[in-house]
């Protein structure tokens, strides 16, 4: 028998569980930890509201979570309820899946005002993450600043953009809701520190921007390369210059749209304001050798909100090697150290798609096996539950998730797929054990 204890209930960790499974089938248990009550990790914390049929993956997490040799410890953090060194004296192998939930910084002055934010922070809001469903952002000014050309900055863009009724089919959380029917956000304006050959958005998420029923997207024919430039790109990258060429060309907009602009060769270089946001100062760049180097020459978007979507990094757990540089842990293709490895965002930094967490998980769990071909005589589950009882930690299980998702469910908006709970204590309530 091997005990696998793996942290973090997102697509790293139960692809990794999967890949368990098929490895040792009835010759392995595994225990998914994690800090919140639910789980899913970035399907439900992460990806867009609006976007339910990348969500629907989440079903296959759930058929691995219901077989017997799997079982969810939700509630429970490394770190803060037992330690790393803990676990690995229960369990052969630990595997951190805690993906990159921590926004990296602009490094800007004035990124320390109200109403700037990361995006792990306002996805967070939106998404109902209980860290960030505080936010309160102000969305009383019509311009908002959103930093960074990948697809969290099209994601926070397009929820931006989105009428009521475009978000009433999403599960978006209803202070959200609430919040951004009385936005008065009429323009939101992308800075991309390079130009359009070096986004990172990819062509079916630009492509949502052309569908919006009050917004439309706005790009500068100007910035766009010639033509004849895209045949050197990849199909993907191909695929959004075309849609940022149509972008350009479309002359029908309505006036009254809440307009998504794309502002490329655009740096910014400090957020300015008294107590408040009130402008960010952008430098325009040219691109050299690939770098985006600022030409001297500046200007000033007056806006009232500022989300940087720049990035992520791991947050780091006490005694786990961390790669500062990298935002990650120290890994050597995901050995930290023995018994201890990382995958998924964890492992290789915040790229890729959920799909590309499937072949990591696979990999990781052929290295553990290679590293510990047998029996070590851990204890395990047992083990872990004497601890839990011992701390009183108030372990929350998959079948207790199962009635916290009844409630969501029960409780949704007409047409919306769930209301999910943004505090702990309503999570812990609704399963039905205190
Ligand atoms: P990302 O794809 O790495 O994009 C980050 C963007 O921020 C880049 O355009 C980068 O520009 C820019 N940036 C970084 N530092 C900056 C700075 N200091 N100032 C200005 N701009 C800066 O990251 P992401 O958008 O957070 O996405 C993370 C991952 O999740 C990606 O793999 C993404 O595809 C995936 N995702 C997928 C979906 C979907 O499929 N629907 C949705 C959301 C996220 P440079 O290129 O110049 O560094």
């Given at each position: 028998m091997r005990h696998i204890a793996i942290v973090g209930s997102g697509p790293a960790g139960y692809y990794t569980a999967e890949a368990a499974l098929k490895q040792w089938g009835d010759e392995v248990r595994v225990d998914i930890f994690d800090t919140l009550p639910v789980p899913f990790g970035l399907i439900r914390t992460g990806v867009a509201p609006d976007h339910q049929s990348i969500k629907a993956v989440a079903r296959r997490y759930e058929s691995t979570a219901l077989t017997r040799n799997v079982r969810f410890v939700g509630n429970v953090m490394l770190g803060r309820d037992l330690s790393v060194a803990e676990l690995q004296e229960l369990y052969d192998a630990v595997i951190l899946a805690t993906g990159a939930p921590h926004d990296r910084k602009l490094g800007l002055p004035g990124e320390e005002l109200p109403n700037v934010f990361g995006s792990a922070a306002f996805v967070g809001w939106y998404n109902g993450h209980p860290q960030f469903?505080?936010?309160?952002?102000?969305?009383?000014?019509?311009?908002?600043?959103?930093?960074?050309?990948?697809?969290?900055?099209?994601?926070?863009?397009?929820?931006?953009?989105?009428?009521?009724?475009?978000?009433?089919?999403?599960?978006?959380?209803?202070?959200?809701?609430?919040?951004?029917?009385?936005?008065?956000?009429?323009?939101?304006?992308?800075?991309?520190?390079?130009?359009?050959?070096?986004?990172?958005?990819?062509?079916?998420?630009?492509?949502?921007?052309?569908?919006?029923?009050?917004?439309?997207?706005?790009?500068?024919?100007?910035?766009?390369?010639?033509?004849?430039?895209?045949?050197?790109?990849?199909?993907?990258?191909?695929?959004?210059?075309?849609?940022?060429?149509?972008?350009?060309?479309?002359?029908?907009?309505?006036?009254?749209?809440?307009?998504?602009?794309?502002?490329?060769?655009?740096?910014?270089?400090?957020?300015?304001?008294?107590?408040?946001?009130?402008?960010?100062?952008?430098?325009?760049?040219?691109?050299?050798?690939?770098?985006a180097v600022g030409t001297g020459e500046t200007y000033r978007i007056p806006a009232g909100m500022v989300i940087a979507c720049i990035g992520y990094q791991t947050s780091p757990i006490p005694d786990v090697p961390y790669d500062e540089q990298g935002g990650r842990f120290a890994n050597e293709e995901g050995r930290i150290a023995p018994g201890l490895y990382c995958v998924g965002w964890a492992r290789r930094g915040p790229t890729g798609t959920i799909g590309t967490n499937r072949p990591d998980g696979f990999a990781i769990i052929e290295k553990v096996a290679v590293d510990i071909p047998g029996d070590s005589g851990k204890p395990g589950r047992p083990g872990f539950d004497a601890l839990a009882e011992q701390r009183g930690l108030q372990v929350v299980k998959f079948t207790d998730w199962q009635k916290i998702d009844e409630a969501e469910v029960a409780a949704a908006r007409t047409g919306a797929p769930r209301e999910k709970f943004v505090e702990v204590e309503k999570m812990i309530e609704a399963t039905g054990r205190v």
């Open positions: 469903a505080g936010l309160h952002p102000d969305l009383s000014h019509q311009t908002a600043v959103v930093v960074g050309n990948g697809n969290v900055a099209l994601d926070v863009a397009r929820i931006l953009a989105k009428s009521e009724d475009e978000l009433a089919d999403s599960d978006i959380v209803a202070h959200a809701l609430a919040g951004l029917h009385d936005s008065a956000v009429r323009r939101i304006v992308i800075l991309g520190r390079r130009g359009p050959h070096q986004i990172a958005m990819t062509p079916k998420e630009l492509s949502e921007l052309a569908k919006l029923s009050r917004a439309h997207p706005v790009v500068d024919a100007a910035d766009l390369p010639p033509v004849e430039a895209d045949a050197g790109l990849d199909t993907g990258l191909r695929k959004s210059l075309g849609h940022l060429r149509a972008f350009a060309a479309n002359e029908d907009n309505r006036p009254d749209d809440v307009t998504v602009e794309f502002d490329f060769f655009a740096a910014p270089r400090a957020i300015l304001g008294e107590g408040k946001v009130e402008a960010v100062e952008v430098e325009r760049t040219r691109l050299v050798d690939g770098k």
